[in-house]
């Protein structure tokens, strides 16, 4: 999400690299319609920063919407720890990130 806009981004390496850290933009996502909001697990090597892969996301795609999937979005908590729910800070505590991921498909 830029600027109001779902975009696209280019595809780096799946493994390596957040896809949310200076993206190449690609063109406007347009289109398209939620098909889910999910939770999803990211690890972290310092924990106030949030740096999801493309492969953690994917591979937490429930399997029955892998065919019509065709982007996503990943967002973390921005606000100050103390006030998060207690499964976020559960996650934390354990080495991960708990993000909300949204999962679109071409509108019909």
Not at 93 to 107: E, I, S
């Amino acid at each position: 999400m830029r600027e109001g806009k779902l975009r696209y981004i280019e595809r780096g390496d799946l493994r390596y690299g957040a896809f949310s850290r200076y993206p190449s933009l690609a063109e406007e996502a347009e289109n398209l319609e939620v098909v889910a909001v999910l939770p999803t697990l990211h690890t972290y090597e310092a924990s106030a920063i949030f740096r999801p892969t493309i492969a953690e996301v994917l591979a937490q795609v429930p399997a029955g919407y892998t065919d019509d999937v065709v982007a996503f979005q990943t967002n973390c908590n921005t606000e100050p720890v103390f006030t998060w729910p207690e499964e976020e800070r559960s996650a934390m505590h354990w080495g991960y990130h708990l993000a909300r991921t949204t999962l679109y498909k071409v509108a019909e």
